[in-house]
Structures are given as structure tokens and as C-alpha cells.
């Protein structure tokens, strides 16, 4: 078993404030912005939303432009045929039964198009301050190299997750293996020998 409460001291001293890298304006914005990470960098995604954002950044604005005109302007972004789609159908819920807010619960996030599991919890982590476990790629990855799941199922990844990590970090966790993912313990050729948490990582003495 490995130390948990250790990696997440690491973690946490090394990234205090750890957050996401999303752009965003509003609460609005951020949940599109969400919805179009999907399988896409955030890097991606902020050059486009820079631009979008500038333009349309309301409920109103965004269904204003429609499936096809909001598909040119995010086309750059994977599966951007869909993700429009799912942004006009969700924005027309938000206007008609939430008052052009994003809720705060799961269940009715979950029940917006193109909002699954992943981007509820992203959702309800930054925007509403509750300590949910958001599995994407990275945090898939590192539960793995740490040794913190053996499933590669997203959902039982995060079960695994929320009965070892301590309640004092489970607010940060998901941003913090996801920078350390991103930065540090990449896919491809991970930065171990830098690792803060090198000597007592079980992944860096399998290479």
C-alpha cells in the first residue's frame, strides 16, 4: 500500500494552490469550457474559448449563434460537431429550467447533454467548492503509477480514490494529479528523475 497521506503532502507543498487551467468568465462559461475538454487539451480549448468568449458569453449569446455558426467557431476542438450540438441542447435547458444558471447538484448537471460524470465533478470541484474526484487521463494514469487503483475504469478509479485519500485533501486531489500529470509524471517520458516524489514511487523503479 502506498504512503497516501505522504504523496498528497508532497503534492499539496509543491502546488499550493492548485487549480484548474481552464479560461473562464463565469460560471456559464466555465461549464462550456468543460464540455469541450472532452478528449482535448486545455490549451486547445482556451485559444478558442479566448476567442469565443470575447464574442458570446451568455446563455442568450451562445444559443443566438445556433448548431451550425457555434460549430465554425470552435472547429479546431476534437468532435466539435457534437460538442456544439450539446452545447446548444444544454444551453436551452439552462434557460428554460434553471434561469440561465449552472446548478450546483449532480444529479441536474448530469442531466444536461454532454455532461457526464467527469464534467459534473470537475463542475461541482471548482465552481461550487465540493471535494469531488474528477478522473480524466491524467488522474487515471497517476491512481496507476502510484499505485492508488489497479481498475482502469474511470468510475471505479474514483471509488478507489475516495476511500484512501484523506478528507483534508480530497477538495484538491484532482487538480493536483492532474498538473503533476501534466507537467511532471507525463505519459511519455516522465520527468522522474525531478519528481518530488521519486523515492517513494513504485512506477519510477519499473523503468
Not at 440561465?100 to 467527469?118: A, F, Q
Not at 461550487?128 to 491524467?138: N, Y
Not at 497517476?142 to 474511470?154: I, T, W
Amino acid at each position: 500500500m502506498p504512503n497516501v497521506d505522504e504523496i498528497c503532502r508532497r503534492l499539496s507543498t509543491a502546488l499550493e494552490n492548485p487549480t484548474t487551467e481552464l479560461v473562464y468568465i463565469s460560471d456559464y462559461t466555465f461549464l462550456l469550457a468543460v464540455v469541450l475538454s472532452a478528449q482535448t487539451t486545455d490549451v486547445q480549448v482556451n485559444k478558442v474559448t479566448e476567442r469565443l468568449f470575447k464574442k458570446y458569453r451568455t446563455v442568450d449569446d451562445i444559443l443566438s449563434l445556433g448548431v451550425e455558426k457555434l460549430q465554425q467557431e470552435i472547429r479546431s476542438i476534437g468532435l466539435y460537431k457534437t460538442k456544439a450540438r450539446n452545447i446548444i441542447a444544454l444551453s436551452e435547458i439552462l434557460r428554460e429550467k434553471f434561469d440561465s444558471r449552472v446548478p450546483n447538484s449532480r444529479e441536474e448537471l448530469e442531466s444536461l447533454p454532454g455532461v457526464g460524470r467527469k464534467t459534473a465533478n470537475v463542475v461541482l470541484n471548482n465552481l461550487f467548492g465540493k471535494p469531488t474526484i474528477a478522473v480524466d487521463t491524467h488522474v487515471l494514469r497517476l491512481s496507476q503509477r502510484l499505485d492508488f487503483s489497479k481498475n482502469k475504469d474511470p468510475l471505479k478509479v474514483e471509488q478507489d480514490l475516495e476511500k484512501i485519500i484523506p478528507p483534508k485533501y480530497k477538495m484538491n486531489i484532482s487538480n493536483l494529479l492532474v498538473l503533476h500529470g501534466r507537467y511532471t509524471c507525463r505519459a511519455q517520458k516522465p520527468l522522474c528523475s525531478t519528481c518530488i516524489l521519486n523515492d517513494i514511487c513504485k512506477y519510477k523503479a519499473s523503468l
